[in-house]
Nanobody, 125 residues
Framework: QVQLVESGGGLVQAGGSLRLSCAAS????????MGWFRQAPGKEREFVAG????????YYADSVKGRFTISRDNAKNTVWLQMNSLEPEDTAVYYC??????????????????WGRGTQVTVSS
């Protein structure tokens, strides 16, 4: 069992930065791939970024590539999402998720079995 708690969301102006954190409890954090997803009002939850359990490989949605960076520290049971050059379109609730194996791909949310409750990110224009 892995429990996930996100933090670091807030209100920021366009062009600004935020760093989201996801703290995990449970001894098996290092055995899980981790991902960040987001959900805007009236839209489906979408993949943002993913990182393998070793941290060797990272993946990004095209919409955030070059602006967001995912990282993890297995010793601290934590994964981060550094978000730079934020745009109003990035406004959403951001969720941290954990997967033992991917369903079809890193971006397929069906493979993620543990989810946090989310943190709100609001980007004003």
């Amino acid at each position: 069992q892995v429990q996930l708690v996100e933090s670091g969301g807030g209100l920021v102006q366009a062009g600004g930065s935020l760093r989201l954190s996801c703290a995990a409890s449970g001894s098996t954090f290092s055995e899980h791939h981790m991902g960040w997803f987001r959900q805007a009002p009236g839209k489906e939850r979408e993949f943002v970024a993913g990182i393998t359990w070793t941290g060797d490989n990272t993946y990004y949605a095209d919409s955030v590539k070059g602006r967001f960076t995912i990282s993890r520290d297995n010793a601290k049971n934590t994964v981060w999402l550094q978000m730079n050059s934020l745009e109003p379109e990035d406004t959403a609730v951001y969720y941290c998720a954990a997967a033992r194996t991917y369903a079809t791909s890193v971006s397929d949310k069906r493979g993620y079995i543990y989810w946090g409750r989310g943190t709100q990110v609001t980007v004003s224009s």
